[in-house]
Structure formats: C-alpha cells, structure tokens
C-alpha cells in the first residue's frame, strides 16, 4: 500500500504514472460475510461485512503501461485471460484510466497462489493487488480507504484485503445518490485486542465451483425467502463481533462467525432454485469441528462459496485442530494461515 495520503482524485500528469509496477495481497476471510449486492455496477453490499486477511496464498500483480497497445493484455498464472476474467480486469483498468485521465492500455500480469474459483478468495487478493499496482502505474496518489473504495470495484471483498489483520467492510449508507453510496462503502482496520487466532484451512476440492459467488449471491438476494432475515440479523452478528473482537474473546469470535456462515449458506439453500456449494467432505470436517470442541477444544467453522472450510482457533491449537480436520478429510490438504499484511506496492519494481 501507498503511504497514506488525503488525495483521493486524480493527478492526471503523464509524468507521474510509473512505466511498471508491481504489488501483492493475500486473501481475507471473512467472519461476518458479505453476502448480496444493493448496487451491482458499482459493488455495494447490502450489509457490513468483517474479515481476516491471511498470511498465505498471496497474489502478485505486475502492471505495465503500453504506449504501443491497442487493448490491454492479461495474463493470469502465466496463460492469457479469457472471457469473464478478462472482461473483469479490462474494466476495472478502465475505471482507473478515467480517474487518470490516461488512455494507454496497459500489460498486466497476475500470480496467485491460491486455486482460482474455489472459494479461497482469489478475486479478493487479485483485485486488492491490482488495484494497488494499477492505481500507481497510472500515476495516481491513492490513500488506504481509497483504495479499498477502488479494489471493492473490482471484486467486494478486494475492499477489504487492502488491510491487513481484521478489517470492516463499511455497507455505505442505503438510499443514498450512487456518488454518496460509493464514497461511504470501504474497509477499515478493526483491531482485536489479544487474540492470537489461526485459521486451519481444508482444502477438500480445488477445483472451480459450477455457480459463481457473483450469480449465486444476486440469485440468493432475488429469490430467496430467508435472504431479509439472515441481512437483518448480520447487523446483530457484526456488532457482537466487533465487542468480541474488543474484548479478545475467541470463543465469542468463533461462535458468532459460524452461526453468520451457516445462516449465510441457509440463505443460497432457500434460493430458487437452490446453490449448495457444501459437500460431504464439507460436513465431515463440520463434524470433526463439533467434536474438537466436546473435547474441550474452541474451534470454529466458516464457509465461503465453496466447499472449503476455514476453522478458527487459536494459534497455539492449530496443530491439533489440523490432525482432527485431516482425519476427517484423508484426501484433502490442510493447512494453518494466520492473520497477514495488507496490500502493499513492491517499490524495487518501480522504474
Ligand atoms: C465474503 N464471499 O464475505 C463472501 C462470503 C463469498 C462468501 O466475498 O461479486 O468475489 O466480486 O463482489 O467478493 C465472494 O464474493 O464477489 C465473497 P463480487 P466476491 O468473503
């Protein structure tokens, strides 16, 4: 991330973009979810939403301005992005150009670490990265809150892994102009006082979901029954997260991030028609969750769009927790995150 600087706007200056930058931004997890969208072009959620970013799985975006090109070119871990990706980068660069007032086209290339379209929060380090690395290529002085404003433009969750440790994504005020919906919608640093957690991530299928988090959470905010409900009852959920958080409780934390996830899964379950992205693995690490708490264990479950499960416990727990989940899963990878940095531009880059 940039130093922190009160310009939001634009310094549409040639001279001040980079020719080539690069940043990285690692994943978020979120423990109160972000789950339908009152705006869909310019991504405003309908509730507040609080996360954790990670210290794995980073995405590493390089940009580089082309005076030559005619379209902007992207690869993703190596090969050309197509169709949806594609479509969702290029449009994303052209929001930044318009703040720069530039108009070269520009030569992305973006690594991550994590398995694409399964859940792990792919979009959310890639357009965090991108957003940092894009902002400065074009030459725009951004500060953290306005670059969260820009990476929530790319993927909601982006907006929140411009932070590191904890963050609140801010729904924005409803009923609002556009222009004021989107000046109040961004993350900030939620800060936790003595806790030191561990997230044990079960990877039980890394391959792409069939229903996007994109078309499931609009399917889920049109169709469903119990969508009002679970929107009404996260306010609740974030604020005795956020006293949880404040007073360092962990089995509070956990407890009110797993009864948020699986509310937020009840919700696509009642859609029409409905999206179930738990399996069976899904429910055997859920199991194997249940009984390290009735052995005394706190341990606590949350679920994206994906089959995956990221258990929450403390970090001097996680390696049992990591034996339980591994039985419960034999062909499945696991793997212990903790809190991570938040997204930050890798300065040797620039030239
Ligand atoms: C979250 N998820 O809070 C929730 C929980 C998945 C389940 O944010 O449409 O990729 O790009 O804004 O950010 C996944 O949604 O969706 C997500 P878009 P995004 O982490």
Not at 68 to 82: C, F, H, I, K, R
Not at 255 to 267: D, K, P, S, W
Not at 298 to 319: E, Q, S
Request: with cysteine; aromatic share 4%; charged share 25%.
């Amino acid at each position: 991330m940039r130093r922190e600087h009160p310009t939001t706007v634009a310094r549409p200056l040639e001279q001040d973009a980079a020719n080539s930058t690069a940043a990285v931004a690692h994943p978020n997890i979120a423990l109160i979810k972000y789950w339908g969208k009152r705006d869909e072009r310019l991504i405003l959620p309908w509730t507040d939403s609080l996360s954790m970013t990670l210290d794995v799985f980073p995405t590493t975006t390089r940009v580089r301005l082309d005076p030559e090109a005619a379209q902007d070119e992207v690869t993703l871990n190596g090969e050309p992005a197509a169709g949806e990706v594609a479509r969702r980068i290029t449009a994303f660069l052209q929001l930044v150009r318009e703040m720069a007032g530039l108009d070269r086209r520009a030569v992305v290339d973006t690594r991550n670490t994590v398995p694409t379209g399964a859940g792990l929060a792919s979009s959310a380090s890639g357009f965090a990265a991108l957003a940092v690395a894009a902002a400065a290529a074009y030459g725009i002085d951004l500060d953290a809150t306005a670059l969260s404003r820009l990476a929530r433009r790319g993927s909601g969750s982006a907006s929140r892994s411009v932070f590191g440790g904890f963050a609140v994504w801010h729904a924005g005020p409803e009923g609002a102009t556009a222009a004021q919906g989107d000046l109040g919608s961004y993350a900030e640093p939620v800060s936790a006082a003595g806790i030191d957690p561990a997230l044990v991530i079960a990877v039980v299928n890394a391959g792409p979901k069939a229903v996007s988090s994109r078309e499931a959470m609009r399917r889920t905010v049109d169709t469903s029954p119990l969508y009002r409900p679970w929107a009404a009852s996260s306010k609740d959920d974030l604020a005795d997260m956020r006293a949880a958080l404040g007073r360092g409780d962990l089995e509070a934390v956990g407890e009110i991030a797993e009864r948020n996830a699986l509310g937020m899964h009840a919700t696509m379950l009642a859609a029409r028609p409905a999206v179930r992205y738990l399996s069976p693995a899904t429910v055997a690490v859920l199991d194997s969750v249940l009984q390290l708490r009735r052995d005394g264990v706190a341990a606590y479950a949350t679920m994206d769009a994906g089959p995956n499960v990221k258990v929450l416990c403390r970090r001097a727990d996680a390696r049992r927790v990591a034996e339980a989940v591994r039985g419960a899963v034999p062909d499945g990878t696991v793997l212990v995150a903790g809190p991570g940095p938040g997204a930050r531009l890798l300065n040797e880059d620039r030239c």
